[in-house]
């Protein structure tokens, strides 16, 4: 079965760091992009942060850039979102897609979702 699986998600307190990851399990990310989407409370699911399949494109919403960084790794399979100094306004749902591409990254037409890792930003 063709699925990505999220994992890293919890509880931090304001200003803290987390690490998610998304692996891959019945398919190569070699030939995907991937994109970490967010659904806060409330709110609709928007995309936050992608990757080229070779790593070498990414793109971050506005909201989080400078704070959060990805990453892959396609030796392992796995892909990486790295959430420093974090807010309040982070918690959500986050969900891993996978997306077939020749070049570049996107948020729509997306061929694989996870079921989404919960993280929350708490004193």
């Known amino acids: 079965q063709l699925q990505v699986v999220e994992s890293g998600g919890g509880l931090v307190q304001p200003g803290g760091s987390l690490r998610l990851s998304c692996a891959a399990s019945?398919?190569?990310?070699?030939?995907?992009?991937i994109g970490w989407f967010r659904q806060a409370p409330g709110k609709e699911r928007e995309g936050i942060s992608c990757?080229?399949?070779?790593?070498?494109?990414?793109n971050y919403a506005d909201s989080v850039k400078g704070r959060f960084t990805i990453s892959r790794d396609n030796a392992k399979n796995t892909v990486y979102l790295q959430m420093n100094s974090l807010k309040p306004e982070d918690t959500g749902v986050y969900y891993c897609?996978?997306?077939?591409?020749?070049?570049?990254?996107?948020?729509?037409?997306?061929?694989?979702w996870g079921k989404g890792t919960l993280v929350t930003v708490s004193s």
């Open positions: 897609a996978a997306k077939r591409v020749v070049l570049g990254c996107t948020y729509s037409g997306i061929d694989y």
């Open positions: 019945g398919l190569t990310l070699d030939n995907y992009a």
């Open positions: 990757i080229g399949k070779r790593g070498g494109s990414t």
